[in-house]
């Protein structure tokens, strides 16, 4: 029905204006002057009782009056594909599972694309960052021991990139003791080999050049081919950083059987990297602070000498509480790799056998006046 013209008659009005304000009474309709007659309202009104009918014939499972005889069944079966859609996503925990790790596995295979192109175009820092992010989401133990692996070739490569900085005031020797206090060693450096499990040549010799039978119960030279100093602590003593530098390692080490206690370990370990000035340039070393209960600094995070970085543990492989402190020197080396020596130098007749083997360094003494941490009776062993 269209406007109300002026032209109609009074009667006409009237009835109009009455039905118009049943609406609005009815209703709720307020849109003067359109029409709104009473036969589109009747249309709603038996959509919404169609409406109410379907919703009681899908409830009571009865046909309402004027329901379409098709409408139920395509409905309920809407609502059973529903139901057992929802039913396979729940009973099935693989479905979700499978989902995850497909994600999961596309965004490895874009990380591992990303290394690859990061390693082209010698981007290390990038490159050791997708492979701390590719060692958290790998759960593949092989895969994460060939990570760890990988990341120390990255980490040379990068070393060797990166321009020295300017000598600093540090120079040699460069070492203040790495704990407060006094504690036993219970183990020297092996000049004889420093090779960890790759010695095994069965002897061990000290810095002041006496030859012992390595020996798990001998006072003081107890692992062949040990590549550091250890002491004896409680757990939970604090470690300082041995000297100002840059951490360049915090975490486990690689998974590795461990034949001392007949299983597989990762210890927790720092290794701080510092940068000095030397007679001969400037020049590299790193400490390592192995078998740690917990560790303080983060990777990255630049210290200073005395700094707490961690506690002491019994973590890897370990026989006891005790520190595992090594230093390793990155330049002046036979092989041009990063090798480990004796901070205490060599004290022992002719030269020090590790300073000529091809996979050797020079030792120096490394510690500060009155900071190097008493050997006790190992440096004059009975
Ligand atoms: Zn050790």
């Not at 995850?100 to 192109?117: I, N, T």
């Not at 070393?159 to 005031?169: D, G, S, W």
């Not at 060693?185 to 002041?208: C, I, W, Y």
């Not at 012992?212 to 030279?221: F, V």
Request: proline fraction near 8%; charged fraction near 20%; include cysteine.
């Amino acid at each position: 029905m269209g406007l109300v013209s002026p032209g109609v008659t009074g009667r006409l009005t009237e009835t109009l204006e009455d039905e118009n304000q049943r609406m609005r009474n009815s209703r709720g309709v307020v849109n003067q002057g359109r029409c709104t007659s009473p036969k589109p309202t009747r249309q709603v009104e038996g959509k919404r009782n169609a409406l109410r009918r379907w919703l009681y014939a899908i409830v009571h499972g009865a046909q309402g009056r004027g329901l379409p005889k098709v409408t139920p069944p395509i409905v309920a079966t809407l609502l059973i594909f529903c139901a057992l859609l929802y039913q396979f996503v729940n009973i099935s925990p693989g479905f979700a599972q499978g989902l995850r790790e497909s994600a999961r596995g596309k965004s490895l295979v874009g990380l591992y694309s990303q290394l690859a192109r990061a390693v082209d175009r010698q981007d290390w820092r990038q490159a050791l960052r997708l492979v701390d992010e590719l060692h958290r989401q790998e759960k593949e133990v092989a895969q994460r021991y060939d990570l760890e692996g990988y990341r120390l070739q990255l980490e040379q490569r990068a070393y060797a990139a990166e321009p020295l900085l300017p000598p600093q005031p540090a120079t040699l020797p460069f070492l203040h003791q790495p704990f407060a206090g006094v504690f036993p060693v219970s183990n020297l450096f092996d000049h004889d080999l420093p090779l960890g499990e790759a010695d095994n040549n069965g002897r061990f010799l000290t810095l002041q050049g006496q030859v012992w039978i390595p020996n798990p119960l001998h006072p003081c030279g107890k692992s062949d081919g040990h590549t550091g100093y250890d002491w004896e602590m409680p757990i939970g003593t604090p470690i300082l950083a041995a000297a100002a530098g840059r951490v360049s390692l915090a975490r486990a080490e690689p998974e590795f059987y461990c034949p001392l206690l007949g299983r597989s370990v990762r210890g927790l370990r720092i290794r701080i990297l510092h940068e000095l000035a030397s007679p001969t340039g400037p020049e590299r070393f790193e400490t390592l602070y192995a078998h740690l209960s917990q560790i303080q600094v983060r990777e990255g995070q630049k210290v200073f000498p005395g700094e707490v970085i961690g506690l002491s543990g019994n973590s890897g492989c370990s026989g006891g509480p005790h520190l595992h402190f090594e230093v390793r020197r990155l330049e002046h080396t036979n092989s041009g790799q990063a090798a480990a020596v004796d901070p205490y130098g060599w004290q022992g007749s002719g030269l020090d056998p590790w300073s000529l083997h091809s996979q050797g360094a020079e030792s120096l003494w490394l510690w500060q006046v009155g900071q190097a941490p008493s050997l006790g009776s190992c440096w004059h062993p009975l």
